[in-house]
């Protein structure tokens, strides 16, 4: 079954520190894996996409890791800030005729002074 | 930029109503998309348009129907309102074979 899966459902850390989320998927056949931030009441907006041959990839502050072997993928986010406070989802795509694509349930981020 | 735009940030609704959602992008993309999003559940999607006057089901398509008479409107119509169907809805679009989708605001519909 395809299935993505993330961890922990919700964070809580101080203005300033770092911290990882992760995402494990079950998708087949994998075509990429995308990082969404989605700040509440509003639309989940694009961090970063990567195919299958790219294993990590920046937008700022932000650093996602992809391993395809293990199915494994990270959103790093550094020095973070009050307005780093969102949801984070990851969305597996499949490598399917059309755009057919799986979301996680998300990681609720709360950054506090 | 990209802008995709919902007809409504808040919607209250009866059991029963006909309710229309609507979606507006402007940036000549061909695909278009409704989501529903519920706590816990993730992005579910609905329906999708790949041109004018196309549509192909989603996930959960029951209880809703869709209509795209022009490239730039995408509209979700909940032809008999249930309980059930409250829930964030979220719009999004894409160009071509592009894997990034832009999204809208999103409506957030109560049926009472």
């Known amino acids: 079954k395809n299935q993505v899966e993330q961890s922990p459902q919700s964070l809580i850390i101080l203005e300033g520190k770092n911290c990882t989320l992760q995402?494990?998927?079950?998708?087949?056949?994998?075509?990429?894996l995308r990082w969404y931030k989605q700040d509440t009441g509003r639309g989940p907006v694009s961090l970063t996409i990567?195919?299958?041959?790219?294993n990590t990839k920046s937008n700022g502050r932000y650093t996602a890791t992809l391993d395809a072997d293990t199915k494994q993928s990270s959103l790093h986010i550094t020095a973070s800030q009050l307005s780093d406070s969102a949801s984070y989802i990851c969305?597996?795509?499949?490598?399917?005729?059309?755009?057919?694509?799986?979301f996680g349930p998300g990681t609720s981020l709360s950054v506090i002074p | 930029d990209v802008k995709v735009t919902q007809s409504s940030r808040y919607l209250v609704k009866r059991t029963g109503e006909k309710v229309f959602l609507e979606c507006v992008q402007d940036?000549?993309?061909?695909?278009m998309f409704w989501y529903r999003q519920d706590p816990g559940l993730g992005l579910r999607l609905i329906y999708f348009?790949?041109?004018?006057?196309?549509?192909e089901k989603g996930d959960i398509p029951e209880g809703y129907s869709v209509s795209r008479e022009k490239k730039e409107r995408f509209s979700l119509i909940l032809e008999s309102a249930s309980t059930n169907q409250t829930s964030m809805y979220l719009c999004?679009?894409?160009?071509?074979?592009?894997?990034?989708?832009?999204f809208g605001p999103g409506t957030r519909l109560t049926v009472t």
């Open positions: 995402c494990n998927y079950t998708v087949s056949p994998f075509s990429n």
């Open positions: 940036m000549d993309h061909e695909n």
């Open positions: 348009s790949y041109d004018v006057k196309m549509k």
């Open positions: 990567m195919t299958f041959s790219e």
């Open positions: 999004a679009s894409t160009l071509g074979n592009s894997y990034e989708q832009y």
């Open positions: 969305v597996v795509a499949l490598k399917t005729s059309y755009d057919k694509v799986i």
